[in-house]
């Protein structure tokens, strides 16, 4: 299957401060990649869809100035989390969207764990 | 609103046992249909998909899945399951062609050597 990568995997950083997530398609170019949140023993909620070159499209209760996304090209889609608060401290994790013969499927990231202390 | 619903939250196995793992959709029109499965400590995995043809589709790791469009159901089977297949299940549908997953609650499924 196609490959996304999530760098940081790992990030804990101090109330207040922003921190900056990327999203890879290693193998494949993607215009479309989507943004989770997974919180303990949950399953997945959708919080924003990113397009190559234009805005992301936010899903109902998730701020847009909060959760900043980028696309700028068709391997990378970053997640930029303003003024992090201890509430903010989740699993995020992104998917690309892969175009094959039709089908689409997402593949994802590996996620990057957010502790905000 | 879409939903997807998975009525087993746990499932304990011993090794070699059958598996097979609920997943109902609710009606919202055309319907592609995916198994996604998580391993401790891992990332979300594709498992299998449907999108058309057959109804009963086959994935890796020895695993499939019918779709039964009468009842909404996409349910996932094993016939011989092993430890290794201790991780965590999601059932995920897209409606008319579009690009959002829509996930289901996920299943834990532990297998006892």
């Known amino acids: 299957g196609a490959v996304v990568s999530q760098h940081p995997s790992r990030v804990i950083c101090k109330s207040g401060t922003s921190v900056k997530i990327e999203c890879r398609s290693l193998?494949?170019?993607?215009?479309?990649m989507f943004w989770y949140r997974q919180f303990p023993k949950q399953s997945l909620m959708l919080m924003a869809t990113?397009?190559?070159?234009?805005?992301?499209?936010?899903e109902q209760g998730v701020e847009k100035d909060k959760f900043l996304i980028n696309h700028a090209s068709l391997t990378l889609s970053t997640l930029t989390v303003t003024s992090a608060h201890p509430e903010d401290s989740s699993f995020y994790i992104c998917?690309?969207?892969?175009?094959?013969?039709?089908?689409?499927?997402?593949?994802f990231g590996p996620g990057t764990r957010l502790l905000v202390l | 609103a879409q939903s997807v619903s998975q009525h087993n939250h746990h499932v304990i196995l011993s090794e070699a046992a059958s598996l097979e793992l609920g997943c109902n959709y609710s009606?919202?029109?055309?319907?592609?249909l995916f198994w996604y499965v998580q391993y401790p400590g891992q990332h979300l995995q594709l498992l299998l998909k449907?999108?058309?043809?057959?109804?009963l589709v086959k994935g890796i790791k020895g695993f499939e899945a019918e779709f039964i469009k009468s009842k909404f159901s996409f349910n996932l089977r094993k016939p011989s399951v092993q430890w290794s297949d201790t991780a965590e299940y999601f059932c995920?549908?897209?409606?008319?062609?579009?690009?959002?997953?829509?996930f289901g609650g996920g299943t834990r499924l532990m297998v006892k050597p």
């Open positions: 995920a549908v897209t409606y008319n062609a579009g690009n959002m997953l829509t």
């Open positions: 449907y999108f058309s043809g057959d109804p």
């Open positions: 990113s397009n190559e070159g234009s805005k992301a499209t936010y």
């Open positions: 193998d494949f170019q993607a215009t479309t």
């Open positions: 998917s690309a969207r892969d175009l094959w013969q039709g089908q689409e499927t997402q593949y």
């Open positions: 009606y919202g029109g055309t319907v592609n």
